[in-house]
């Protein structure tokens, strides 16, 4: 749906190592709670591991996800992709890349 809505849309994904990623939403306001949470309530049971799951279990998460998006990616050739490295540096990036400024990605969790 969204490549037929948006057929020339840009899809910009921030990526990082999937071990820093768990331990960063392991830290961030409960997310890894929050979202098992809003699984249950949105009817799709499953799409996220428990909170209480294992490390291990998370990074395959992370690392699903991050493979269905660029497989969806290259299966709508219309689309642009963007990968862009989730780091210090990633305000001057999207600020050369798209224009917008680097305020807008500040890092606001601290691990």
Partial sequence: LF??????????????NSTQWVTSASKYR???????????RSGCPGLFPSPNAEDGEWVEFYER????????????????????PLNDEIGNVVDDIFGFTKRCWGHTNVN
Avoid: C
């Avoid at 490549?3 to 990082?16: K, L, S």
């Avoid at 996800?65 to 497989?71: M, S």
């Fill in 30 to 40: 409960n997310l890894k709670r929050r979202w098992a949470k809003g699984q249950n």
């Fill in 65 to 84: 996800h991050t493979r269905k998006v660029r497989e969806f990616a290259r299966g709508h050739p219309a689309l642009t992709y963007v990968e862009i």
């Fill in 3 to 16: 490549a037929q809505a948006y057929p020339r849309a840009t899809i910009m994904m921030a990526v990082r």
